[in-house]
């Protein structure tokens, strides 16, 4: 209830809702947004748009952050930073140009009503931030981590100012779940693709894993996937501190689009890869193809047909020639997108990795890679506690001269 308030809160006040997060406070709520709303859903005029515009700034490129602002009014604007750890340097410094904004304009009694705070109960800064201006604040429950986030507040929240159904949307993770749970592999989707990817990593090189959804709506599930699977997984020691740089690398696709761009080196090139397309039975859609030059043989055999079939058709024919040339691959089909369904996709892939970790024998869930960037990052703008990695850095070999043009 208290995120379904928060999004009606949201909605009644509302044009915008713009995210400020990076990583796992912001893929998800991109890949739900495009899921479940409509393609265009910024684009569309007012009357016609049923939820505010959502932005998700996971960048802090200033010509983004200075975009953002020429677009929205702030008058009208609802803002939701989220951080699990609290101190992330690109969200808070976000943060700072925000609240300044607002409380030059709204002063601080006003900044209840632009801004809402996801975050850890103690960790990080942004909690005592949020308790100081009595902020609309949701908890990150504790044990999860950023990426495996999307169905707790970080995401459920966008979700629900989106319109979408959020109980459906925990209904097909649940689901998802049950189905995970059997011991059985046979009957565990979950196992049982876990076991195939690394199988087919471990055993037969395959150190890439393609995912091809046929599916605007899901192209952005492609992104948060990526960091699902490269950062759960990608790790230098095992649990027993052996160093085994393990990680299948993640490569988003979109079909048909990569037809034209990748599909030549899927079906001809290395087998170092797995490709996952995911179809949908049923797009909410149906675009027929007119007839519009019968005279034309090469063009008029599409006419009648709809891109519905020619899209199945693509998929259906892709998924051979890959097939027939040798390199491995599989389907996973949604019936449709709705939030039923990708709340167990999402499910889906999280216990997936989870699992590919345990056979992997490596945390899934911690990302010491990251943290190394981050720690560079608050030596190089001179944080407090972190000179001697700024040490470190400064007496890092220089980049060698001679290829410097
Ligand atoms: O999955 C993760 O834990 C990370 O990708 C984080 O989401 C990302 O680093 C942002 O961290 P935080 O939510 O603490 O700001």
Redesign the pocket.
């Known amino acids: 209830p208290a995120v379904e308030e928060a999004a009606e809160f949201v909605r009644s006040k509302a044009d915008n809702f713009v995210i400020l997060?990076?990583?796992?406070?912001?893929?998800g709520p991109i890949a739900v947004h495009r899921a479940l709303n409509h393609l265009y859903h910024n684009d569309l005029p007012s009357e016609k748009r049923k939820s505010p515009r959502l932005f998700v700034e996971d960048n802090v490129d200033p010509e983004r952050m200075a975009a953002l602002l020429d677009v929205i009014d702030t008058d009208r604007t609802v803002f939701n930073v989220?951080?699990?750890?609290?101190?992330?340097s690109?969200?808070m410094a976000q943060l700072l140009i925000i609240t300044r904004m607002l409380i030059d304009r709204y002063g601080e009694e006003g900044l209840r009503d632009h801004l809402i705070a996801t975050?850890?109960k103690q960790k990080?800064n942004l909690i005592g931030i949020a308790k100081k201006y009595n902020l609309r604040t949701f908890i990150?429950p504790d044990g999860v981590?950023?990426?495996?986030?999307e169905l707790c507040p970080?995401g459920l929240v966008a979700a629900a100012v989106g319109g979408a159904d959020v109980r459906a949307l925990l209904a097909g993770a649940g689901y998802m779940d049950e189905l995970c749970s059997n011991a059985d592999v046979k009957r565990n989707p979950g196992l049982m693709l876990a076991l195939l990817e690394i199988i087919a990593a471990e055993k037969h090189g395959a150190n890439i894993g393609v995912l091809m959804p046929y599916a605007d709506s899901l192209k952005f599930m492609a992104d948060w996937y990526a960091?699902?699977w490269a950062?759960?997984l990608g790790k230098r020691t095992d649990n027993g501190g052996s160093v085994v740089h393990t990680g299948q690398t993640p490569v988003k696709a979109l079909g048909v689009t990569d037809q034209h761009s990748q599909v030549q080196l899927y079906t001809e090139g290395p087998f170092d890869k797995v490709i996952t397309f995911i179809g949908v039975d049923k797009y909410r859609s149906e675009v027929t193809i007119p007839h519009s030059f019968d005279d034309i043989a090469d063009v008029a055999f599409l006419s009648g047909h709809s891109f519905n079939e020619l899209i199945k058709s693509e998929q259906m024919a892709t998924e051979y020639a890959v097939t027939r040339s040798g390199h491995m691959n599989k389907t996973i089909t949604l019936p449709v997108v709705n939030p039923f369904t990708i709340g167990e996709l999402l499910y889906f892939f999280e216990i997936q990795t989870a699992y590919a970790g345990e056979l992997l024998n490596i945390n899934a869930?911690d990302?010491p890679g990251?943290e190394e960037g981050?720690n560079a990052t608050y030596a190089l703008l001179g944080k407090h506690g972190y000179d001697e990695k700024r040490r470190e850095l400064d007496s890092a070999k220089p980049k060698k001269a001679g290829y410097i043009f």
């Open positions: 997060g990076i990583g796992g406070s912001a893929l989220i951080t699990k750890s609290g101190s992330t690109e969200t975050t850890d990080g990150i981590g950023g990426r495996f986030s970080v960091q699902l950062e759960s869930f990302q990251v981050k």
